[in-house]
């Protein structure tokens, strides 16, 4: 586990504020990949626009828009799931998508 300093949330004011903020704090975590992405951008970005309700190819015409306070608070929540319980995003979202089809996703108990 890292020691990551986590930003006062008031700072991160766009999306590309709270993506490059994910990307960083999934690097620093040392998290893996591989449930829908292979790399910690595509799995911010796929978190980012899921929390937001928008569609997966909906990213570059809102990166410079400013996100309310509770939106900054739902994405906060979902990165500490991700980063501290290590839940892939596929069961954090409840949805995976394969060659542009979604799938719903449901973590099997034993």
Avoid: K
Avoid at 24 to 33: D, I, K, M, P, V
Avoid at 67 to 86: A, K, N, P, T
């Amino acid at each position: 586990m890292s020691h990551f300093s986590p930003a006062p949330l008031a700072e991160l004011q766009t999306l590309r504020d709270l993506l490059r903020y994910a990307v960083s704090r999934f690097h620093a975590e040392g998290l893996s990949f591989g449930h829908g992405s292979d790399n910690a951008w595509d799995e911010a970005v796929y978190l980012l626009l899921h929390t937001l309700h928008l569609s997966p190819g909906q990213l570059e015409p809102f990166l410079e828009a400013r996100v309310l306070s509770s939106e900054r608070e739902r994405f906060q929540q979902i990165l500490e799931r991700r980063c501290h319980e290590r839940i892939p995003a596929a069961y954090l979202t409840g949805e995976a998508w394969l060659q542009g089809y979604r799938f719903m996703n449901n973590e099997v108990s034993e």
